[in-house]
C-alpha cells in the first residue's frame, strides 16, 4: 500500500476541538475594553459568541467592542483588513490574557472537550504523531495542556500564523502537504479553517461540536477519535 511508506501525522485545532474556549475568551475581551472610553461595555456572552464563531484573529475583537466602528456584520470580517487600532486592540487583549493567566487556576474557565479526555492518553503516548494548529496564541495553549499535564506535543498559534499568512502556510512550511511523503489527518471545527486543505490532506475532517455549524460530513468526537486510534493501531503495528 502507498500509505505504508507514509509518515502518519495529525493535526489539530485547539478552540472548538479540544477545549470549549468561548467564555475564556469573553472574558479576556471583557477586561481589554473594561473602562476604556470608545469601547462597549455591554456585549453580552450570546452576542460575543456569535462573532466569535467567525474570529480567526484577536485584532477582530476590535470591530465588536470599538465603538467608533459602528456595528459590522461577522460574515463581513473576511473582507476587511486590520488597521491600526484593531492591532492596538489585539495589544490589549493578549495583555489582559497574559494577566488573567498568572492565575494557577485560569484553565478552570477553559474546558476540555470530550474528545480531549479521548485522545489525551493517546497525545501523551505517540507524542510525535501530533500537532496543534491554531490561531490562539501558543503560551495560553501550552499552558492549558500543562494544567490536564498533556504539554507533550508541538505547538503551532497565532503568531506562527500571523509570521507565514495562514494555518495552511504553516503546514507547508513544515513539509506536511509534501506529496507522498504524509498521510495528514487534519481536524477543525471552523468550516473556514479547512477548505484550504481540501484535496491538500488526505482527511480533512469537521468536528461537530465546536463553533461553526454542521453538515452530512460532520462527524462526531466518537467518529474521529475511532479513525485516529485506528490509524494509529494500523501504523504502529507496521513499525
Known amino acids: 500500500m502507498e500509505h505504508a511508506l507514509m509518515e502518519l501525522q495529525f493535526l489539530l485545532d485547539f478552540d472548538g476541538v479540544l477545549f470549549n474556549s468561548n467564555y475564556e475568551a469573553y472574558t479576556v475581551a471583557q477586561k481589554a475594553a473594561e473602562g476604556r472610553p470608545g469601547f462597549r461595555q455591554d456585549v453580552s456572552f450570546n452576542e460575543f459568541e456569535t462573532f466569535r464563531s467567525v474570529v480567526t484573529d484577536a485584532w477582530h475583537y476590535?470591530?465588536?467592542?470599538?465603538?467608533?466602528?459602528?456595528?459590522?456584520?461577522?460574515?463581513?470580517?473576511?473582507?476587511?483588513?486590520?488597521?491600526?487600532?484593531?492591532?492596538?486592540?489585539?495589544?490589549?487583549?493578549?495583555?489582559?490574557?497574559?494577566?488573567?493567566?498568572?492565575?494557577?487556576?485560569?484553565?478552570?474557565?477553559?474546558?476540555?472537550?470530550?474528545?480531549?479526555?479521548?485522545?489525551?492518553?493517546?497525545?501523551?503516548?505517540?507524542?510525535?504523531?501530533?500537532?496543534?494548529?491554531?490561531?490562539?496564541?501558543?503560551?495560553?495553549?501550552?499552558?492549558?495542556?500543562?494544567?490536564?499535564d498533556a504539554d507533550v506535543i508541538r505547538v503551532f498559534g497565532q503568531e506562527d500564523i500571523r509570521r507565514a499568512g495562514s494555518k495552511l502556510a504553516v503546514a507547508q512550511e513544515q513539509n506536511w502537504l509534501e506529496r507522498g511523503r504524509w498521510l495528514i489527518v487534519y481536524v477543525d471545527d471552523m468550516n473556514s479553517h479547512l477548505e484550504p486543505f481540501e484535496g491538500m490532506v488526505h482527511l480533512p475532517l469537521h468536528a461537530n461540536w465546536g463553533y461553526d455549524h454542521s453538515d452530512l460530513s460532520s462527524l462526531s468526537h466518537h467518529q474521529i477519535f475511532t479513525i485516529i486510534s485506528s490509524l494509529l493501531t494500523l501504523t504502529e503495528k507496521q513499525n
Do not use: C
Not at 465603538?67 to 463581513?76: D, E, F, K, N, Y
Not at 494577566?99 to 505517540?126: C, G, N, Q, S
Open 62 to 148: 476590535n470591530r465588536l467592542y470599538n465603538i467608533a466602528r459602528g456595528t459590522i456584520l461577522p460574515s463581513m470580517l473576511r473582507e476587511i483588513e486590520p488597521e491600526e487600532d484593531d492591532w492596538a486592540f489585539a495589544s490589549a487583549f493578549f495583555a489582559a490574557r497574559e494577566e488573567i493567566t498568572k492565575d494557577p487556576d485560569w484553565p478552570k474557565v477553559m474546558p476540555p472537550y470530550d474528545f480531549f479526555f479521548l485522545i489525551r492518553p493517546l497525545l501523551i503516548a505517540y507524542p510525535h504523531r501530533f500537532a496543534i494548529l491554531s490561531t490562539r496564541n501558543v503560551a495560553s495553549i501550552r499552558q492549558a495542556l500543562a494544567f490536564h
